[in-house]
């Protein structure tokens, strides 16, 4: 098979079947999560806590106050990585056309020297993280393999989204494959590790707020 | 027009001066980046040329590409230098026909045995022993093993004869294939195109003719020289895909603009070719200048890489009969795991243990 | 411990795990913040403290058990199942290095509620028979006697004529159809017996009507601390039954922390049906007063004054205006330490750590941080309103070698209590008589 017939069936059969993974996979686990269920609260509340938790999915994104001074490579490390992945997924044309074929909507881009900005910002601050994953003691005691796979199938489609556009080190064609193919490789992989904090992380902090919340206190 | 005359003679003839030539030639070789020094060897050894034979054979193919040859509005010097040749055999072009063709083209296989020029454009049906093209009784896959047999060289005219084409797409119910699928035994270059640019065919010819060799190939055998650049690296409108400046529809203020067309379809990026350089019509345009997206045409596998109007960057994959079928196969496991869950949850709540204060006297006595 | 025993603890970590469980353990990335908000990791170092890690073993048990990919994993042998070693392992973890402040679950970036997960993994601990020698005695006490520390009602009767004789007020025993029954800490009966004589002062001067239980005067909760929700039910199950039985509208929980969060919010759900009563902290009591113009106070204290947020009074319990609107009635030289209120550090003895004998050199290491927020604001007096913490407090600051005093707040409200004119009169007219 050539390159460019690779590449074909990199964009259909192989997305087919990575998003058919992750749809199955993510419905699955949510379901697991959400089937065990919760007892209600009989003790009396102090108001109801659906407010606090919509507020908490939000106000957590704050750091703790001394927090931040106390690690600030987590937070604008993790925000930058965060921000710019997100940025570039979103915002990036090639992308809003793929979405487009999808859902039928699209929206302005950036231009692409910004987005290249952007990229090499949160692969900097994606490094960054793994090293202070492996030299800071209390990372460095939490982390397992999970951790490392999920660092790598992240950091993939960043580091090889950005050659793409620069044909440095492969030609266009076998660098858009390995693109795609790193997308797959994190869409396969998600629902099996703690990626899938993605959307779960809503529920927790709505829980944190709502539980708080009912008390009184605003977390 | 005699076979002893030289190409020069000929060229004289038709009121190409020395001049003209040696300019055809040095532009030839500035094309196809041959060092200094290139274009006065061309000149010599082209001007001397004898005509080889050249055999053109012509399978499953819509003729197009020989059209992009022969097709413009006044004698071209590349149509000249392809007249100049000894063209023994050119189905479309030549005179004759029937038996007599093809007596004339056995001929001139057997006169030139072991010299001649095969050119081919076309796929090669294979399947039901090759019924699907024959010519004069044979299937296209015989005439092709045959003929190849004493051919110093074959040059795979158009994307069909390099990849299969449009015949190879999908279901491909004529078990069409490129000529370097059957033959393995002879140099072989792949001049793709849907069709070819025609001073790319002229350019390879030009070149072989000279040094006796075909020019260096990239690893789908085109010519480097042509086809080593995508569209992409080329393209007059890449300051617009960098600025993000896109065309949605082929009639917005954005198409007016001659933005990138890469949101229409375009398969620059991956398409390798000379369009964006060389051009089209002796320079005149190109499909991405005239407003229309790349089609990769020169491509292997192009008619089945996607929507021509839809980005590189979208899936080809049917998604939402899958993305449905997914969740809700998600949806069934999900419940079937879910139900187990509460099962152990009830389970586990029959199983509970009662912790006594009996109990925490005594947990050495625990059994 | 016993094969058995260890199916009881895997047994409970699975009933204990719920909804709110799963989605934590799947949200949580390792990003290891919790060990930066808690005070076991902050002031010792050691990574083994970081709160997520003290869940290992239940994490464990929910992948394996209410994962797909876990189960499967399980089954083909891949993943090992919970060990007796590593219960062993984990249980100063989860019982001497956290005291359920509830830092971490303000910190997590994700939202993880990682206290709640910790009171969970403890019923799994104490059914497996993991849990702290000190502990254990203090909750079979509980359960016998009525008192972790061993408190009869001998004992509060006794309290109960000193404080009498000290204020010269009746407290009230037994009183069918009081509005307020007020239970106690061993603690405050022990240690802090001005506590019982501050309320019957302002109870006075407020006019509420109110009485003991002789049935149920412990408010503390080992079963809660130790992590076994049958016991701690079976504590609650007494303060209900008392206040059923005097037919009471409210509860008062006292100056306790684990007390007020025992029976306000795990109460019903441990006996399995709201109260007819209405549980109400003495501060949201007091409070009410305030706004009422039912407690009012004269005076001020002039020393530097601080308070220190008793966890799950106010963290974890909502009680985050009440102590300072009330102790800015009497203080005039009020100061916040470094991270107060919600954000304030934990005395480092709650949630059963003061009453676990192994865990004394941790706590007293830890207490390190108070010392420094002490130190930064130079407090001269500090204020809290919780036994427990004050008893710790005065043991880490004596360690320390800290000349602070420490006092309870609804003592310092009575200090400056203004007594109506009524009562003088009588004294007065009681004096002429006499």
Redesign the interface.
């Known amino acids: 098979m050539t390159v460019n017939e690779i590449l074909t069936w990199v964009r259909g059969p192989a997305m087919q079947f990575a998003l058919v993974i992750f749809f199955l996979g993510v419905v699955v686990r949510i379901l697991e999560m959400w089937l065990l269920g919760r007892t209600p609260d009989l003790s009396l509340a102090r108001r109801s806590g659906f407010i606090p938790g919509l507020r908490t999915v939000f106000h957590r994104s704050i750091p703790a106050p001394g927090l931040l001074q106390r690690q600030p490579l987590v937070y604008l490390g993790g925000y930058t990585f965060h921000l710019g992945f997100f940025i570039s997924l979103i915002f990036f044309a090639p992308h809003i056309q793929l979405f487009y074929g999808v859902w039928g909507i699209r929206w302005p881009g950036l231009p692409a020297y910004l987005i290249d900005f952007v990229a090499v910002v949160s692969i900097a601050a994606l490094v960054a993280l793994l090293v202070h994953r492996f030299v800071n003691p209390v990372r460095r005691y939490l982390s397992n393999g999970g951790d490392y796979l999920a660092w790598l199938v992240t950091f993939l489609p960043l580091f090889t989204g950005y050659l793409v556009a620069h044909e440095s080190v492969l030609p266009y064609a076998q660098m858009l494959t390995l693109h795609i193919l790193s997308v797959e490789l994190l869409l396969i992989v998600l629902p099996f590790t703690k990626l899938t904090h993605s959307f779960t992380l809503f529920l927790s902090r709505w829980y944190n707020g709502a539980m708080a919340g009912r008390k009184g206190v605003a977390s | 027009m005699s076979e002893k005359d030289t190409l020069l003679d000929n060229l004289g003839r038709h009121g190409i001066s020395r001049r003209g030539f040696l300019k055809f030639c040095a532009s030839m070789a500035s094309m196809m980046a041959l060092p200094p020094g290139a274009a006065t060897v061309m000149a010599e050894t082209l001007g001397k040329a004898r005509r080889p034979s050249v055999i053109y054979l012509s399978f499953q193919e819509c003729t197009g590409c020989l059209e992009s040859l022969t097709r413009s509005f006044s004698p071209t010097l590349e149509s000249l230098i392809f007249n100049a040749i000894s063209l023994d055999y050119q189905e479309t072009l030549q005179a004759a026909a029937g038996t007599a063709a093809e007596a004339a083209r056995e001929q001139a296989m057997k006169d030139n045995y072991g010299k001649y020029l095969l050119m081919v454009d076309g796929s090669i049906p294979t399947r039901d022993g090759g019924v699907y093209s024959t010519a004069a009784g044979k299937t296209n896959l015989e005439t092709l093993e045959d003929a190849a047999k004493g051919a110093a060289a074959i040059i795979a005219v158009g994307t069909c004869a390099a990849f299969g084409g449009i015949p190879y797409a999908k279901p491909n119910p004529t078990g069409a294939v490129p000529v370097s699928d059957l033959i393995h035994d002879k140099p072989i270059i792949n001049v793709s195109g849907c069709p070819p640019i025609p001073a790319v065919i002229t350019g390879v010819l030009a070149h072989y003719l000279t040094f006796g060799a075909l020019p260096e190939l990239d690893s789908n055998r085109r010519p480097l020289a042509f086809y080593g650049d995508t569209i992409h690296d080329r393209c007059y409108r890449r300051p617009f895909y960098d600025q993000g400046k896109f065309a949605k529809t082929f009639d917005d203020a954005g198409a007016r603009q001659g933005w990138c067309l890469y949101e229409l379809g375009c398969k620059g990026p991956t398409t390798h070719n000379a369009c964006a350089t060389t051009k089209w019509n002796q320079g005149t345009s190109f499909p991405i200048e005239s407003g229309h997206p790349c089609l990769g045409c020169s491509e292997p596998g192009f008619w089945d890489a996607g929507n021509f109007y839809s980005a590189l960057s979208t899936t080809t994959a049917p998604l939402g009969a899958w993305s449905g079928a997914a969740i809700a196969a998600g949806a069934a496991i999900g419940l079937a795991a879910g139900a187990a869950s509460r099962h152990t949850q009830k389970e586990a709540k029959q199983a509970h243990h009662v912790v006594t204060a009996e109990e925490l006297k005594n947990k050495e006595e625990q059994s | 411990?016993?094969a058995?025993?260890l199916e009881?603890g895997i047994?409970?970590f699975?009933?204990q795990?719920?909804?709110?469980?799963?989605?934590?353990f799947?949200?949580?990335?390792?990003?290891?913040?919790c060990?930066?908000?808690c005070l076991f990791?902050t002031e010792t170092?050691d990574?083994?403290y970081?709160p997520?890690?003290k869940l290992e073993p239940m994490r464990k048990v929910w992948k394996q058990?209410?994962?797909?990919?876990g189960k499967l994993m399980y089954k083909l042998g891949l993943s090992k199942p919970v060990t007796e070693a590593e219960l062993e392992e984990w249980e100063p973890l989860v019982y001497d290095s956290c005291t359920l402040c509830g830092r971490c679950?303000?910190?997590?970036?994700?939202?993880?509620?990682i206290t709640?997960m910790i009171r969970k993994a403890r019923e799994g601990m104490?059914?497996a028979?993991h849990?702290p020698d000190g502990l254990?005695g203090a909750?079979?006490r509980a359960?016998?006697i009525g008192s972790p520390m061993g408190v009869t009602w001998k004992t509060v009767q006794a309290q109960i004529k000193h404080t009498q004789e000290n204020t010269g007020l009746q407290i009230p025993v037994d009183q069918k159809g009081a509005d307020y029954m007020v239970i106690m800490s061993s603690m405050e009966i022990v240690n802090f017996p001005e506590y019982l004589g501050s309320l019957a002062r302002i109870f006075k001067e407020a006019g509420i009507s109110w009485t003991i239980c002789s049935d149920a005067t412990e408010a503390t909760n080992s079963g809660i601390q130790?992590g076994?929700s049958?016991?701690a039910a079976q504590l609650v199950q007494r303060i209900v039954d008392g206040a059923e039985k005097l037919g009471v509208k409210y509860v008062i929980s006292p100056e306790c922390g684990h007390a007020y969060t025992a029976i306000?919010?795990?109460?019903?759900?441990l006996i399995?049906?709201?109260?007819p009563f209405?549980?109400i902290h003495i501060l949201e009591l007091l409070d009410q007063l305030r706004e009422q113009g039912r407690l009012r106070t004269e005076g001020t204290e002039t020393a530097r004054m601080s308070f220190h947020d008793p966890c799950q009074l106010?963290?974890?319990?909502?009680?985050?205006e009440q102590p300072r609107r009330l102790l800015k009635m009497v203080a005039s030289n009020y100061v916040d330490m470094p991270?107060p209120g919600?954000?304030n550090w934990c005395c480092g003895g709650g949630g059963g750590v003061s009453a676990n004998d192994r865990a004394d050199a941790l706590q007293l290491r830890v207490f390190s941080r108070k010392k420094s927020q002490l130190d930064t604001a130079r407090v001269e007096t500090l204020v809290t309103c919780c036994a427990n913490c004050r008893i710790v407090l005065e043991d880490g600051l004596e360690h320390y070698q800290m000349a602070i005093p420490v006092v309870g707040l609804t003592e310092t409200l009575a200090k400056h209590l203004v007594t109506t004119p009524q009562e003088t009169a009588k004294t007065e007219t009681e004096q002429g008589e006499g």
């Open positions: 411990m016993s058995k025993a009881h047994n409970a699975v009933e795990i719920d909804r709110p469980v799963a989605s934590f799947n949200s949580c990335v390792h990003c290891g913040m060990a930066d908000a990791y170092g990574p083994k970081t997520i890690h058990k209410f994962t797909f990919w679950s303000l910190v997590c970036p994700v939202g993880n509620d709640y104490v059914a028979g849990a254990k909750t079979i359960v016998e130790i076994s049958d016991i306000r919010w795990e109460g019903p759900n399995g049906r709201p109260y209405e549980v106010v963290r974890r319990g909502g009680l985050v991270d919600i954000w």
